[in-house]
Nanobody, 124 residues
């Protein structure tokens, strides 16, 4: 089992940047595919990005390509989401998730463990 704790959210103006972090407990972090999802008020949780266990492969939702970058440091048991060119449409609670399978997938039901989320608010 793994516990996930997100940090780095906050209020930023449109065009600004934020870096989210997700710290994982346990010694098996490198055995999990990691993902970021987000949920805006009144909306369903949606996929943002995911990264393979080694960090060599990533996948992104179309709406963040070129703006967000996912990365991980297996020595620090941490996954990151660097966000730039933020716009009000990016306002949401951002969740970190871990899955035990091999493949990078973009469906939330495929992920086994979730953090509590961190709020990102972008003002116009």
């Amino acid at each position: 089992q793994v516990q996930l704790v997100e940090s780095g959210g906050g209020l930023v103006q449109a065009g600004g940047s934020l870096r989210l972090s997700c710290a994982a407990s346990g010694r098996t972090f490198r055995s999990y595919v990691m993902g970021w999802f987000r949920q805006a008020p009144g909306s369903q949780r949606e996929f943002v990005a995911a990264i393979s266990r080694s960090g060599g492969s990533m996948d992104y939702a179309d709406f963040v390509k070129g703006r967000f970058t996912i990365s991980r440091d297996n020595n620090k048991n941490t996954v990151y989401l660097q966000m730039s060119s933020l716009n009000p449409g990016d306002t949401a609670v951002y969740y970190c998730a871990a899955r035990t399978g091999l493949a990078i997938v973009n469906t939330f039901s495929a992920y086994d463990y979730w953090g509590q989320g961190t709020q990102v608010s972008v003002s116009s």
